[in-house]
């Protein structure tokens, strides 16, 4: 009998694992998919999609997401962070905010945090998110329960080396893929002199001088190495510079930067002409091919 009673318990512990089991995966499969409708600029559908049915299921509709900012939203993991514009900045009185919110696709929603002027990047782990806003003169880390964490001013990041003249707001630029350090910058008039790093689990920080590279138009982060990819193509802001710059034949040269040994690698050149690069991985670089219409690779030494 006793052994009877043993063998039930433990048939009906296994159950209870695999259903759970299958719950969490089932779980898993499950994302929220945002959807702006046509000619809208604040009009967004949320639906809940099944990663193995393909199937979506309506949510529910904002009609408040701010859809003319860069990083209105962003999915992660299945879950949407949505910035929302509440009130008018048209009206000098109004009394507007940005706020940032999080849906889940158990239609679990969560305010985080309101600023105005807010700009946002979540981990990929969403164990940490930092927020920008108000001038862009600070900078605030969360948890993943939207408490704050640790919050950060410009002359935080500041090396003493920038000119004179110059009054940087900050700027996010990437976290690395493990979660466990944030990089951003300094810039003014799209002007970047000074690239940082933050350490999550000791919040040191790291300032990189990078007023003396010629980076113009072009640069991304390798956010894992702290190598960043850039061209000196120059910064237009109007379609007849870019045509004489084109007719200039002046060269245009891509560099590979590492920002902790302050060393620089020139990868190619062509003759005016940008070239668009990326990271493809950790060790990889794509770009527009200097004297072709393709792209090509290139593997980092």
């Not at 433990?10 to 159950?15: H, I, Q, T």
Request: one cysteine or more; hydrophobic letters at 35%.
């Amino acid at each position: 009998m006793k052994n009877s009673t043993k063998f039930f318990l433990m048939m009906g512990l296994v159950l209870l694992i695999f259903i759970v089991g299958c719950s969490s995966q089932a779980n898993k499969d499950l994302q929220i998919v945002a959807i702006p409708q046509p000619n809208s600029q604040d009009t967004i559908d949320l639906f809940i999609k099944n990663g193995i049915s393909g199937k979506e299921e309506l949510y529910k509709t904002i009609h408040d997401a701010y859809l003319l900012h860069y990083n209105s939203f962003n999915s992660i993991n299945g879950d949407l962070y949505i910035i929302k514009r509440i009130g008018s900045v048209d009206n000098a009185d109004s009394n507007w905010s940005d706020e940032l919110w999080k849906y889940t696709p158990q239609k679990k929603e969560t305010k985080i945090f309101s600023i105005r002027g807010l700009d946002f990047w979540v981990a990929p782990n969403e164990k940490t998110m930092v927020i920008t806003g108000e001038g862009n003169n600070q900078l605030i880390f969360f948890n993943d329960r939207g408490n704050e964490l640790i919050r950060y001013n410009t002359v935080d990041f500041t090396t003493g080396k920038e000119s004179n003249d110059y009054s940087p707001r900050i700027g996010l630029l990437k976290w690395s893929d493990n979660s466990e350090s944030f990089w951003g910058a300094l810039a003014s008039g799209g002007s970047e002199e000074t690239i940082f790093n933050i350490n999550i689990s000791t919040w040191v920080v790291k300032k990189y001088d990078i007023s003396k590279l010629s980076m113009g138009w072009e640069s991304e982060l390798n956010a894992n190495k702290g190598l960043l990819l850039y061209s000196d193509y120059p910064i237009m802001l109007d379609i007849t510079s870019v045509e004489l710059f084109k007719n200039s034949k002046k060269p245009v040269n891509l560099y590979v930067y590492d920002l902790n040994n302050q060393s620089q690698q020139q990868i190619s050149s062509s003759i005016a002409k940008e070239f668009k690069p990326k990271w493809v991985d950790d060790n990889t670089i794509e770009f527009d091919s200097p004297n072709s219409t393709g792209r090509q690779q290139y593997k980092i030494n």
